[in-house]
């Protein structure tokens, strides 16, 4: 029999029917057991692959996978949210102290304490995974060394969209000083973790704004935008009058588009803060904006990898989240998947739109994907907005859980979904007024018994489906 290609695997895949995928027993609707050994990382010993001492990737001919240090198949069931101050808010922190035996916050009690309880949940849930959000240093810090498999934060800009970044932060990436920074930065973050087993891998920023897409939902600006207004001796804008001018040919053409009237090539590189931060005129501006940004891209995970890997080539490289609620995965999927080893995206939709995403992107690389952020809420007094879509009822909210995570998980190329979150926020919290997050447990600690029954019927039939 010939071989299929991966992309051709995933076309079949994705037109496999729920019932079909039930077949597998991902969920356990088969009442006959089967016993799933697992090694100390969380991959399945029925799954070989060569052993390599460090997580990565690998295509069997039918799926991808990660593979874990010891050389078995590992699929990641994640949790996000892990911020210890999230424990010690005006409405729970007294409740916390208590349990943990504290007298103050981050005291021993208190990081002992926590990182206990942590570790005992994630191992009641049958969570595989620390996602990219926690800054909970007992948990992923060296010298504690994590039980869990982790993602470490890596960002020489830090360009997350809830930051709102400034168009400061948006410097000259085209520049030799941002490769001497990128350098220093990268020896200091990953050195110490070169060697640690338990590291899944590095990603950046949390959903950058790269697109014009981005910027309608999130305001502030862009690489296209800001290094196009700088001036004659910034790389960056350099790289923007290079661009156009292969398109345009001529400085009139240039004129007509952006409605200036530049007299050569050599005036429109001199002038600085020529264009204001606004959407683009037309479609001829669009586009520019659009390859400009591409070329911006290219050369951030260019650079910012080179530097990574300079330290630490023994880990993966998840380059930014991107969003998927946006245009930034359509557009910028071509470029990044020449840089990354896994697409890491983050998408809060319904299931059938997850579906929709993934079916739009995965002929476009050949590349696993990992969901890094997605959940659903349910409404109520003190936390009225959570983010994603809302159910009527836990119980609704742990159905929609569980068919998301049939429909991913039955895709060749899917090999990750991390939940968002573990506790709840309500609307008091600093910074959650307007939106909160909500978790699988509530403010103190009590978990939602359909939430955790579900996500407890995901992590124990995760490999079932190919045994």
């Not at 390599?52 to 010891?70: A, H, Q």
């Not at 996000?80 to 103050?104: G, I, M, T, V």
């Not at 939709?349 to 002929?363: E, H, I, K, T």
């Not at 991390?418 to 959650?432: A, F």
Request: glycine share 6%; with cysteine.
């Amino acid at each position: 029999m010939n071989k299929l290609n991966r992309n051709q695997f995933i076309k079949l895949s994705s037109f496999c029917s729920l019932s079909t995928f039930l077949n597998y027993n991902l969920y356990g609707l088969d009442k006959k057991e089967s016993n799933i050994e697992l090694d100390k990382y969380g991959g399945w010993k029925g799954k070989k692959f060569q052993r390599s001492g460090f997580f990565r990737t690998e295509f069997d001919v039918n799926k991808w996978w990660f593979v874990t240090p010891e050389g078995n198949g590992f699929i990641s069931l994640g949790i996000n949210h892990y911020h210890q101050d999230w424990w010690a808010q005006q409405y729970n922190k007294d409740f916390w102290l208590r349990k943990f035996n504290s007298k103050e916050y981050l005291d021993d009690n208190w990081n002992i304490g926590y990182r206990k309880r942590a570790l005992s949940d994630m191992k009641l849930l049958g969570i595989n995974t620390i996602g990219m959000h926690t800054n909970a240093s007992s948990l992923i810090d060296l010298p504690f060394n994590s039980k869990v498999p982790y993602l470490r934060e890596y960002k020489p800009i830090v360009l997350d969209h809830y930051r709102n970044p400034k168009p400061e932060i948006y410097i000259d990436i085209f520049s030799k000083n941002f490769e001497k920074y990128c350098y220093e930065y990268a020896r200091e973050i990953a050195l110490p973790y070169k060697d640690d087993p338990m590291l899944l891998g590095y990603c950046m920023a949390d959903c950058p704004i790269f697109t014009e897409g981005d910027i309608e939902l999130y305001g502030g600006t862009s690489w296209a935008r800001k290094l196009r207004n700088l001036g004659p001796m910034d790389p960056g804008k350099r790289e923007f009058v290079s661009i156009v001018k292969k398109k345009y040919k001529i400085i009139e053409n240039f004129n007509g588009v952006y409605l200036t009237s530049f007299k050569t090539w050599e005036e429109l590189l001199n002038k600085k803060r020529w264009r204001e931060n606004i959407p683009a005129l037309n479609k001829n501006e669009q586009d520019d904006i659009e390859s400009f940004m591409l070329s911006c891209v290219k050369r951030y995970y260019s650079v910012s990898k080179k530097a990574l890997f300079t330290f630490d080539s023994n880990h993966l490289f998840l380059g930014d989240k991107i969003n998927g609620n946006t245009d930034s995965l359509d557009k910028t999927i071509p470029v990044i998947s020449k840089f990354v080893d896994v697409i890491y995206y983050q998408y809060f939709a319904s299931c059938g739109d997850q579906s929709d995403l993934l079916d739009r992107v995965s002929d476009k690389v050949d590349l696993p994907f990992l969901n890094g952020d997605a959940g659903f809420g349910v409404s109520y007094e003190m936390m009225p907005n959570p983010y994603g879509p809302r159910a009527k009822t836990q119980s609704e909210r742990a159905n929609w859980l569980l068919k998301c995570c049939e429909n991913a998980f039955s895709r060749n190329n899917f090999i990750g979904w991390h939940i968002c979150g573990i506790i709840d926020t309500w609307k008091t919290m600093p910074t959650k007024e307007k939106f909160q997050h909500q978790g699988l447990m509530s403010v103190i600690g009590e978990f939602y018994p359909e939430m955790k029954s579900a996500v407890q019927k995901i992590s124990s039939n995760l490999y079932k489906f190919d045994s």
